[in-house]
């Protein structure tokens, strides 16, 4: 290990040895720790300042790396939509990107202007660590200096490099020249402000101006330490530019603009009345849409826009939010039990972790016959039925109309092993893919008839759904077959007629034909999207020729419960599916042709190992 020296001390450091990263996740652990901690002293309801906290750390991610792009970064991202692989990064781009984002949403979140306030010290608290992270890297490093204050690198390091790329020091020196601490003044200046904040704690200002009082002293503090930091350690703006005679960077201009706007902005502020702080309430339907949001970003920005802590961060974040979305509309506002809502949230947890997990190709290790998948699907239906009440045949009322509309959830995890050619090219062993799926949902029964003298109207019934169900699948190029089991509390399509729910069934599928041209299908029990009203299935398909795209249509019937007077168990169907790319693929499903058997369905695969 080849230490930091210094003229009076020293640091302990290694190029091999990641610091930044460890100290970047420290950072953000303790500022989103503090947020929390800080939302909670204000009385901000968790749901709705944990998804605040999850859009706005996500856009201060993004927005560290944005304001970083070089043009030619910029003109591959907005001319192809791939994010740039690049691992350059700067503070300014991530405090515009979380304030712009913190304007917006605001208001549609019902916080006040004070909600600005509650990230000024957590923000200088994460600064002070991350400068820790910055220092023992030598990244953001300063310029020459012949102070005591001085540090010297190791080879390998940032300053070190530069130093023999100018031919300031040979390629063997022991260690670089002394250069001056910028890191360590960033550090002081974030305790400092921090200082600053936490006395002026109870002064009655506004809302938000704590806020332009941070910003505005950080930006000027930056401006002076520009002035001993090294062009090679700036990420952005390091071009002098000369205007009136004055040499500045690129940064220090804007900085020169911006500081003193901030503060002048404060100073007008801090004249008026203190308004109190208004606290916002939750709206599960809001939190939940901000969610899928975040996770359709999340899914547009590809493999190389976040690392794996920041992919762990903003997973946390949307988990938890989840979490407690899910337990507060299973109990709903009076405390009663309400299952059948929390197929939403379940629906959109198995996306956080297959939209969040943006792994290198490169990263992935397995062997390239085989691939896992993971598939997150949500299905919602109706279907009619007539069945008595106390159970079986036997019961104690007579066969009775019920309609059933059901909203399920379904995260499936399998792995494929693809098969095995020979010299002669032909095939010596089928595809095989091994899974389990996860389904959670609700079932609502609707009595249709008003009074009886077996059964009175007792209003709608609310039942949850789950089931676990294993399966697997061979296939060769002209032939394949699947079975599986579902056990749990599976939902109201048992054969006899009574008001008992099914807790064990079996699936089965085979398929004759070519997957690529034409091929012929056979389902008894479909569960791709879901258990709540399987269907059995025969139908015709296509793969227009290829392995990308895939239609399957044809006729579905319910299973052998009673039906209403007159009615059909058969309708038609339709699936589709489409590889939108190597890793990912998305799926629909639909029932049509029979009012009294509804059901529609969406589900996402992502690939890994391929």
């Not at 299973?559 to 599916?577: C, I, L, N, Q, V």
């Amino acid at each position: 290990m080849s230490p930091i020296y210094s003229l009076q001390w020293a640091i302990p450091a290694h190029p091999e040895f990641d610091f930044y990263t460890l100290f970047y996740v420290l950072a953000f652990g303790l500022n989103l720790g503090l947020l929390v901690w800080e939302g909670r002293r204000r009385g901000y309801p968790q749901r709705a300042w944990l998804v605040l906290l999850a859009c706005t750390t996500l856009m201060f991610i993004l927005g560290t790396k944005l304001l970083a792009f070089s043009g030619p970064e910029w003109r591959a991202l907005l001319h192809t939509g791939h994010w740039p692989d690049s691992e350059a990064r700067t503070v300014l781009g991530g405090a515009m990107a979380g304030t712009l984002t913190l304007l917006l949403l605001r208001r549609p979140f019902g916080f006040s202007w004070h909600v600005f306030d509650a990230f000024t010290l957590p923000m200088c608290a994460a600064l002070m660590v991350q400068c820790v992270g910055c220092t023992l890297t030598g990244c953001c490093f300063g310029e020459l200096t012949h102070g005591s204050w001085g540090l010297t690198y190791p080879p390998d390091t940032l300053p070190y490099l530069w130093q023999v790329s100018r031919g300031l020091i040979p390629a063997g020196a022991a260690h670089s020249l002394p250069v001056h601490p910028t890191q360590l003044y960033s550090l002081v200046l974030c305790g400092v402000v921090g200082v600053v904040l936490i006395v002026t704690r109870h002064r009655p200002w506004p809302g938000g101006s704590r806020r332009l009082l941070h910003l505005g002293l950080l930006l000027a503090g930056r401006l002076l330490i520009e002035f001993w930091r090294n062009p090679a350690g700036e990420q952005v703006g390091a071009a002098i530019q000369t205007h009136g005679g004055l040499a500045l960077k690129q940064v220090q201009w804007v900085l020169l603009l911006l500081a003193p706007l901030l503060l002048g902005i404060w100073a007008l502020l801090i004249r008026r009345a203190a308004q109190p702080e208004r606290v916002p309430v939750n709206h599960s339907v809001r939190n939940l849409l901000a969610v899928a949001g975040l996770l359709l970003l999340t899914a547009w920005l590809g493999q190389w826009a976040l690392t794996l802590p920041e992919i762990l961060v903003v997973k946390a974040l949307l988990l938890a939010v989840l979490a407690m979305e899910g337990s507060a509309l299973l109990l709903g506002a009076s405390g009663t039990l309400r299952p059948y809502r929390v197929a939403w949230p379940l629906g959109l947890a198995g996306s956080v972790f297959l939209l969040t997990s943006q792994i290198p190709i490169d990263s992935a290790h397995t062997a390239p016959n085989k691939y896992y998948t993971l598939s997150a699907a949500w299905s919602h239906g109706t279907f009619q039925r007539q069945q008595n009440i106390n159970g079986g045949c036997g019961g104690s009322s007579p066969l009775l109309p019920y309609q059933h509309q059901y909203t399920t959830a379904t995260l499936d995890a399998s792995h494929t092993s693809l098969p095995v050619l020979n010299a002669a090219g032909k095939m010596q062993k089928e595809e095989t893919t091994w899974g389990l799926r996860l389904h959670a949902g609700a079932d609502q029964q609707t009595q249709l008839y008003t009074d009886s003298l077996y059964a009175p109207y007792t209003g709608k019934k609310r039942t949850f759904l789950f089931a676990v169900n294993p399966y697997w699948q061979g296939d060769r190029r002209y032939y394949g077959l699947g079975v599986g089991m579902l056990l749990g509390n599976l939902g109201y399509h048992k054969i006899n007629s009574g008001d008992e729910f099914s807790v064990l069934d079996v699936q089965f599928s085979a398929r004759v034909g070519s997957r690529q041209s034409v091929f012929a299908q056979a389902d008894y029990n479909y569960l791709g999207y879901g258990m709540a009203n399987p269907q059995h299935r025969i139908g015709l398909g296509t793969g227009f020729g290829g392995t990308r795209w895939r239609l399957l249509a044809g006729g579905a019937r319910s299973k052998d419960y009673d039906m209403m007077p007159g009615a059909t168990r058969w309708s038609g169907f339709a699936e589709a599916r489409g590889q939108v790319d190597l890793h990912w693929s998305a799926g629909a499903f639909t029932l049509f042709g029979n009012r009294q058997q509804r059901q529609v369905g969406i589900q996402l695969s992502r690939r890994f190992g391929q």
